[in-house]
């Protein structure tokens, strides 16, 4: 059976750090893409980071050169470090499964997502 939990949000101020951990089971993490979306009231889910199969990457341009998506294969964990987070970072963040291994574009998986963990909320205060 195929689960994903996250963890590690919180509050922080304007220009604080987070760091979230998705903990994958079920699978293995190597053989999928694996993304970060994350969602704010009456906004629609967005892609923010990607990872896929080789650890080949790709990002939002709004979170390039702030965010880093990476992940440990043996410990199938997939980590989003965040740095110089602002106020429209706020949100509720999900970790997902790709339907295959290959990444897209502008911080998703190439194709939809299978799989969702149940989110975890990140509060960036000005």
């Known amino acids: 059976q195929v689960r994903l939990v996250e963890s590690g949000g919180g509050s922080v101020q304007a220009g604080g750090s987070l760091r979230l951990s998705c903990s994958a089971s079920?699978?293995?993490?190597?053989?999928?893409?694996m993304g970060w979306f994350r969602q704010t009231p009456g906004q629609e889910r967005e892609g923010v980071a990607a990872?896929?199969?080789?650890?080949?990457?790709t990002y939002k341009d709004s979170v390039k050169d702030r965010f880093t998506i990476s992940k440990d294969n043996d410990r199938s964990i997939v980590y989003l470090e965040m740095k110089m987070l602002k106020p429209d970072d706020t949100g509720i963040y999900y970790c997902a499964r790709g339907r295959g291994k290959w990444r897209g574009t502008g911080g998703l998986c190439y194709g939809d997502s299978s799989a969702w963990g149940q989110g975890t909320q990140v509060t960036v205060s000005s």
């Open positions: 990872i896929d199969g080789l650890g080949m990457t």
């Open positions: 079920g699978y293995t993490l190597e053989d999928y893409c």
